[in-house]
């Protein structure tokens, strides 16, 4: 039977903390945007407290969540057991984007591994902790993390990140900013040319 939960109790954190996969769902206001759902891994979940919890972002092929969170803070975490017993859980809250370059992130970035091409933390207040029964959810066995991610923004160091990021990820597929002057104020500095001609 599915169940709310006033906070997330010790219980709870445990099982969610033992979840190897999560996924991330926003929306934009307009009727006709695009919603988006995400998966993530990579251990980069924290529970920060007993209604909220927070994830550490990584630069990917598109920034839709950063972008529908900042236009109307509206998102869901949903966890799902792979293993053991069924249980899905979701988690309902109000998004903050935390920028790295934001005075005071540093805190919030300790909570984290130290993966290459971290942009941002999302934090999540929750309004809503339920779950249900995830007996349709079928069986999978954990084999391991995929490295490709990481190793490719170690490739592209800190100037490519931020190359990238201003080329690719500067608003959602709807067109939805999706960072402010004070995450990115000016464009990146094109790449030094070899051969010396500019």
Not at 55 to 70: F, K, P, Q
Not at 93 to 122: C, D, H, M, N, Y
């Amino acid at each position: 039977m599915a169940q709310c939960f006033e906070e997330i109790t010790p219980d709870l954190a445990d099982w969610i903390r033992q979840q190897r996969i999560f996924f991330v769902a926003t929306a934009p206001v307009a009727a006709e945007g695009l919603i988006n759902c995400s998966p993530k891994g990579l251990d980069t979940l924290r529970i920060v407290g007993p209604k909220e919890v927070a994830y550490l972002d990584l630069t990917g092929s598109g920034v839709e969540t950063i972008a529908h969170v900042r236009e109307n803070g509206r998102i869901v975490l949903m966890l799902c057991a792979l293993a053991g017993p069924p249980r899905i859980v979701r988690l309902h809250g109000t998004g903050q984007i935390v920028s790295l370059q934001a005075p005071g992130s540093e805190e919030l970035a300790k909570l984290f591994p130290g993966l290459p091409g971290a942009r941002s933390v999302i934090r999540v207040r929750l309004k809503r902790i339920s779950d249900s029964c995830g007996f349709g959810v079928p069986r999978y066995e954990y084999l391991g993390e995929r490295d490709a991610m990481t190793k490719w923004a170690e490739s592209q160091r800190p100037d490519g990140l931020a190359r990238y990021r201003f080329a690719k990820n500067a608003c959602s597929v709807d067109g939805l900013p999706a960072w402010t002057s004070q995450d990115q104020p000016t464009p990146p500095a094109p790449p030094a040319d070899p051969d010396g001609h500019g």
